[in-house]
């Protein structure tokens, strides 16, 4: 039988870089934007923000300060919506839930309005406190 040389390991491969600035500040924008889905698919305000999260969290650690905001104002947009409906669904059998249904689709459009802030500061490299947000998550 023949003998066989030693033959040597494989060089190793050369290390991935990570994502670069602008990557990063693409994420993060669509942390916030990705909110905007609830116009199409219902709860997608809250699903968008959540896949973006959990998808990027690990190789982008400050997405997960990202994610995190934008799903703890998406959740409170969602209680508000749905708390102030009921409220005017139920006081509308006393002639006066209409008052409130204008506040409802106004929290909804502040809803909107807030992630598209949030997107655009995200894109430009600054943080963004979303206002009347709980702390959910």
Known sequence: M???????????????PGPSE???????????????????????????????????????????IHGK???????TVLIAVVAGSVAAILLSFFCVGWLLFPV???IGIAGIAFSIIAGLKANDGQDYQYPYSFKLI
């Open 22 to 64: 602008t990557e990063i500040r693409q994420w993060h924008m669509w942390c916030h934007l990705s909110a905007l889905a609830g116009l199409l698919v219902p709860f997608g305000n809250v699903l968008g923000p959540l896949i973006v999260w959990q998808m990027k969290k690990s190789e982008i650690p400050s997405v997960e």
């Open 69 to 75: 905001a934008a799903l703890n104002f998406q959740l």
């Open 104 to 106: 409802v689709v106004l």
């Open 2 to 16: 023949s003998e066989r040389p030693p033959t040597a390991p494989p060089p190793p491969s050369p290390p991935v």
